[in-house]
């Protein structure tokens, strides 16, 4: 075929998937209304139909999920309706750097320990129920065959494979890691293994958890609730210290109770430890440290190495004039020591200087776009109980105290201080703060580091005695 008539081909497909797209919105937009297809829908496209899937896309992760959260049975229904041969549908999230005529669009959400691919996002699973549990969505590059796995996460990996094949001794599985070392991934591939091999298995974020809980008491359906929940062979549940609510948290324990003592798997993503959890319920803490509590430890080196290059390889698909020289690699795999995401930014950091430059960069040139990278990379993250515990023992009080509603003047100060400390040294709100010292108000935090604050001001020993607090806590 010549490139004239190739070329008019192309213009065929695209009219022609353009007309799709026309008839398939004025649909949308009747069924749906002009304010919410206004709202949701006015950037939906249509990619290609192929094997009887329909491929639409969006331009961002978070269109995507609220449709797939809200509109995606009405969207699949009226696919199936309005698109000829069209059996299921497909929504991603479009780069909008990557179009092409009949090419996948790049997903623009970043996987956390896995190589991005050019496989798109499927759907979230459907909701058992307008009363039931509305399910997380799911990442399909989150696998387990695109887990990179070390000496720092191969405990946690192999009883993740293990979970997913069968029911297992380990229950529940409680995984534990810092930010960007790949709990999320790890929980996520789980949830896809066991789909594949035909149990039920529902993720959820602690957040939706609550949402699906709250939204259950209004619409009086608690009932259908539980019984979504207590009707799965395996309930993941991540990010569980933003568990909050005295009811949310008495159904979160009677759930996992149920699921466990009828012989259902039960799995937790965390960023710490069952006992630091101050904010949950005693019987919860018990529970979860019952099982098999496993961390993901910080990455090693070489393992940083295999990201980064991962990582490169993957950026590479999109922009095949990128290249980095592998002194460079080894130097951004030796600095950035924190997590999976700063080796993430590091390698956007070196696409965009060699974009701009228009040549591959030198280790000097390389260390220089990754600088605010590698000052991060030493900073030790202190926990509130260390602090808490480090200014009990340092004022000859207990911890006990310090969390009690004791107003003696030798308490107050070391509670106001270690307060003080717990907002300058973590990245903890105001109420979190107060939560995790004995459940006090945000404003009981704000006037305790503004009164320590004015203390320090006019009094250099205890400007002293807060530094040489400062220096044991990050030491």
Not at 12 to 17: I, Q, Y
């Amino acid at each position: 075929m010549s490139k004239a008539n190739t070329q008019k081909a192309l213009n065929g497909v695209a009219c022609s998937r353009a007309d799709e797209l026309v008839k398939f919105c004025a649909v949308l937009r009747a069924e749906l209304g002009d304010a919410i297809y206004s709202s949701w829908f006015t950037r939906l496209e249509l990619d290609r139909v192929a094997e009887g899937c329909a491929f639409l896309s969006v331009p961002t992760k978070f269109l995507k999920s609220w449709i797939c959260a809200h509109y995606y049975e009405k969207l699949r229904a009226i696919a199936l309706a309005q698109l000829p041969g069209v059996t299921d549908i497909c929504l991603s999230v479009r780069s909008a750097s990557f179009s092409l005529v009949g090419a996948e669009a790049e997903p623009a959400t970043e996987s956390r320990i896995a190589p991005r691919s050019q496989a798109p996002i499927v759907a979230p699973a459907r909701e058992p129920s307008s009363a039931g549990v509305e399910t997380s969505a799911l990442d399909t590059r989150m696998n387990f065959s695109s887990f990179l796995v070390s000496k720092s996460n191969q405990l946690a990996f192999s009883a993740a494979q293990e979970i997913s094949r069968s029911s297992s001794i380990y229950n529940p599985l409680y995984i534990h890691a810092g930010v960007g070392l790949g709990k999320t991934h790890l929980v996520q591939a789980i949830a896809q293994a066991a789909t594949v091999a035909g149990r039920n298995a529902l993720y959820l974020t602690a957040e939706k958890f609550m949402y699906s809980f709250v939204s259950a008491l209004k619409s009086q359906n608690s009932l259908s609730f539980k019984d979504s929940l207590r009707g799965i062979d395996i309930l993941i549940v991540d990010d569980v210290q933003f568990l909050q609510g005295k009811a949310v948290q008495q159904e979160f324990c009677h759930t996992i109770n149920a699921l466990i003592d009828n012989g259902r798997q039960v799995v937790i993503a965390c960023d710490r430890v069952p006992n630091d959890l101050e904010n949950l319920d005693e019987r919860i803490r018990s529970r979860l440290a019952g099982g098999l509590c496993v961390e993901i430890h910080s990455l090693d080196e070489e393992l940083r190495l295999r990201i980064v290059e991962a990582r490169i390889a993957a950026t590479k698909i999109v922009q095949p004039t990128f290249e980095v020289a592998p002194s460079v690699v080894s130097m951004v795999a030796t600095m950035i020591r924190t997590n999976g995401r700063d080796l993430d930014g590091a390698v956007n950091r070196l696409l965009a200087h060699t974009t701009l430059v228009g040549s591959v960069l030198t280790v000097e040139q390389a260390e220089n776009a990754i600088r605010d990278l590698i000052r991060h990379r030493e900073a030790k993250r202190v926990k509130i109980e260390d602090i808490q515990k480090l200014v009990a023992t340092h004022f000859n009080v207990s911890r006990a105290d310090i969390l009690s509603s004791r107003r003696t003047a030798n308490v107050v100060k070391p509670r106001q201080i270690a307060m003080y400390l717990a907002k300058i040294l973590t990245p903890r709100s105001l109420p979190e703060i107060g939560r995790r010292f004995g459940g006090r108000d945000h404003t009981t935090v704000l006037h305790a580091v503004r009164k320590i604050d004015a203390l320090v001001a006019k009094d250099s020993a205890l400007k002293r005695e807060l530094e040489l607090l400062k220096q044991l806590l990050e030491d």
